[in-house]
């Protein structure tokens, strides 16, 4: 297992807000990072420089470290010894990665800010790079008339890639009305 990432505050508010204009180089694999991929996964995914880019999001403090590589895995016909053993968990319960189920608990979001900057955070961390396109033209929105339109086409592209569950979640947080 390799090493896992995770999104700092700062790095979800440069997703949301732009407030730092990192470059397209730099942006695109701040939105990969997930938490979840290893900086094998990233390195795969990642054009160009990837340790580079990774060391610099780091330093710059977008990301943080969730899980330092471990050693290779034992094999599974190699008992350990009787005087060996494992260590508890180097990660504290809060700093593990967030569940990657769908928010099915939560309220609808009224206000119009608060709508059009959860739902690019949402489709961010489910769709990754792949949420871009979509998540600019709604980070452009300047009311409800023309966000509206937008979530429901965001909510068609996470039916398509993720499944009616991940749709249902998403238009029942952004699209249904207040309650």
Known sequence: MGTIYRKTAKGQAEIETRAHHLTPRLRTPLIMVDGRKTDE????????????????????????????????????????????????????????????????????????????????????????????????????ARNMEELRPLLVAARDILRHASGAEAAAAFSARFLAPPG
């Open 41 to 140: 996964d990233l390195r795969k995914l990642i054009a160009g420089q990837p340790d580079e880019i990774l060391h610099a999001l780091l330093e710059q403090g977008f990301i943080e470290i969730v899980a330092p590589a471990a050693p290779a895995p034992r094999a599974a016909h190699a008992p350990a010894s009787a005087n060996e053993s494992r260590p508890p968990s180097t990660v504290p319960q809060s700093t593990r990665p967030p569940s990657t189920h769908p928010p099915q608990s939560r309220p609808p979001v009224a206000r119009f800010e608060d709508v059009r900057r959860l739902a690019v955070r949402s489709l961010t961390d489910q769709l990754g790079p792949a949420a871009e396109s979509i998540a600019l033209k709604i980070e452009r």
